[in-house]
């Protein structure tokens, strides 16, 4: 029997592409390995955000063929679709598979275990799997990629790994993005943007929580544009209530929407009802105006602004976060000095900070006027450490408050506390051991580590 191991990088929605994958290999019969190194076949799904991904990807390939020479490695993920040739090339690499023809790789595998048997280099040619398939063919490794602006499939399967180790589950219900920023080289890896059926999505969800499964996270490339390809057109809200409405989810949570997806209505939806989390990721790159125009981002620093006022009008406690692009091209220091401004006048919760970094083919790779690689350094270090201050501030604004949070697994194994989340995306941990997926009643206490002390309630109810 064929063994496979899924190699993992980048974001959530490149984790649904390889949970999805990973459900059709098994239905197909092949069976997961539990390391790389005993696999027959290594898959490894790549991200291509930033160079130091490509250069992640690429440093992992490599370690892989030494660990286990007799493994073919198929690369796939955004860095395949977008250099094919600088996978290839690669020691080891057998197939480089894009996104456009990643829904073929169990198909891929199918004519593998079928046609290459147990002959000498276990590949089966080409020509045997069907040339028309290809649009790229040549060199050691076969590539098999194409126009990823043709692709209308949707892979998703809930990622059940990462965060919180089983206890939340993702479910990618949209991919793609049509909106074309200046620095983010994703539509073009990912293409447009795609939607998945509501039906399969209240069915995946409902499956989940009767699972067992109690808080389920809704991500995608561009949250906010989910359904605008169907037919019936479907807005993200509509889904939403429609989960609430037709599924038993105790608590759901969306990950990054767009600032201007953010509406009045979508803020009364999550006051309504304790079931939707208190949470809100809403990229802002800058607070300067003038470079959020040069990014092709379609708001302008007030326009945001209004969005964090209206949510803590009604939502007093939400988590807000943000992510932050230092050192983007032309940024001069009293711009970057004005995001700085901006994001300290905001009650933000956390910030993700990243270091701009040259993606081929993007509007602001071709500007003349590229920040120095050290003066980005420093502003990325000056905005992390605002984002540290941010965070000690919501922080200390939840000491003393009741809160209902869900413990996670303890992979650390501590010996006298639980890790958990609370609805508003805050971290603590919980005096005492308790099984992980328990909704937990807590006062939160220290400021240091956040600890929270268990309620009575929950003390009397045997999670102990």
Request: hydrophobic fraction near 40%.
């Amino acid at each position: 029997m064929t063994t496979f191991y899924i190699e993992q990088f980048g974001c959530r929605a490149t984790q649904a592409d390889a949970a999805a994958i990973e459900r059709q290999l098994r239905d197909r019969g092949f069976a997961a390995a539990n390391e790389s190194a005993s696999a027959d076949v290594v898959i490894v799904n790549t991200c291509t955000v930033t160079a130091a991904a490509d250069a992640q990807a690429r440093e992992a390939i490599r370690k892989l063929h030494a660990r286990n020479p007799a493994a073919r490695v198929i690369a796939t993920g955004c860095y395949a679709q977008r250099a094919p040739e600088e996978l290839a090339a690669l020691p080891g690499v057998s197939w480089v598979v894009g996104n456009s023809h990643k829904p073929e790789i169990p198909w891929l595998m199918d004519s593998m275990a079928g046609a290459a048997g147990d002959s000498a280099g276990g590949f089966v040619a080409a020509s045997a799997l069907g040339e028309e398939k290809f649009s790229l063919l040549h060199g050691p490794a076969k590539i098999l990629t194409g126009n990823i602006f043709e692709q209308r499939a949707l892979l998703a399967a809930p990622v059940m790994g990462g965060e919180g180790n089983h206890t939340r589950p993702v479910v990618k219900i949209q991919d793609g993005c049509n909106s074309r920023c200046a620095y983010c080289v994703i539509p073009f890896v990912r293409g447009r943007s795609r939607s998945l059926e509501p039906g399969q999505v209240i069915e995946e969800i409902a499956q989940l929580s009767a699972a067992g499964y109690r808080e389920i996270v809704l991500s995608g490339i561009n949250l906010g544009t989910y359904g605008r390809d169907l037919s019936p057109r479907v807005g993200l809200i509509d889904l939403l209530r429609r989960i609430l409405d037709e599924t038993g989810v105790e608590r759901l949570r969306i990950s990054s929407i767009e600032p201007m997806d953010v509406t009045e209505e979508l803020i009364a939806l999550f006051a309504a009802s304790e079931r939707m989390a208190q949470h809100f990721h809403m990229p802002l790159q800058s607070g300067c105006d003038r470079v959020l125009a040069a990014m092709h981002r379609w708001y302008r620093a007030e326009h945001y602004a209004r969005r964090v006022e209206l949510i803590r009008e009604r939502l007093p406690h939400a988590g807000i976060g943000a992510d932050v692009i230092a050192g983007f091209p032309g940024e001069t220091d009293a711009e970057h000095a004005e995001t700085v401004v901006f994001i300290e006048r905001l009650p933000f919760s956390y910030l993700h900070v990243f270091s701009y970094s040259k993606r081929p083919g993007t509007r602001a790779a071709e500007v003349a006027n590229q920040v120095a690689a050290p003066v980005v350094k420093n502003r990325a270090r000056e905005l992390r450490a605002l984002g540290e201050e941010k965070a000690r501030e919501f922080r200390r604004s939840q000491v003393g408050r009741e809160l209902r949070v869900l413990t996670l697994r303890d992979e650390r194994g501590s010996a006298d506390s639980t890790p958990a989340l609370s609805s508003n995306y805050l971290r603590v941990g919980v005096r005492g051991k308790f099984a992980a997926n328990e909704w937990v009643e807590v006062t939160v206490g220290e400021t240091d580590g956040l600890i929270g002390e268990p309620a009575l309630s929950t003390l009397l109810s045997g999670y102990r």
